[in-house]
Nanobody, 124 residues
């Protein structure tokens, strides 16, 4: 059974930083594309960033470019999202997701496995 467990969420002031981690078990992690999505109150879940399974190619949504950085450690089966210069509009529940395939995706329905989510709150 594949499990994704996020950690690292919390409350931070605007301009601050948080580091989210996602631990993956039950699947060959190195061949899986990974993604982070987020859902703000009253809004639909949206794409944040994806990283491919082999060459670690990344794609970010425009609103986080230059502030967020995704990385993966295949030896530890973890993917990390470093979030800097946080803004109140970054407040959301952040979800880690995994694909069976190697290619990254911006589409949530193309992901096969999801974590339970971790809350990020940025105060102004």
């Amino acid at each position: 059974q594949v499990q994704l467990v996020e950690s690292g969420g919390g409350l931070v002031q605007a301009g601050g930083s948080l580091r989210l981690s996602c631990a993956v078990s039950g699947r060959t992690f190195s061949s899986s594309a990974m993604g982070w999505f987020r859902q703000a109150p009253g809004k639909e879940r949206e794409f944040v960033v994806t990283i491919t399974g082999s060459r670690n190619n990344t794609l970010y949504t425009d609103s986080v470019k230059g502030r967020f950085t995704i990385s993966r450690d295949n030896a530890k089966n973890t993917v990390t999202l470093q979030m800097n210069s946080l803004k109140p509009e970054d407040t959301a529940v952040y979800y880690c997701a995994a694909r069976r395939g190697n290619s990254g995706s911006t589409l949530e329905w193309e992901y096969d496995y999801w974590g339970q989510g971790t809350q990020v709150t940025v105060s102004s």
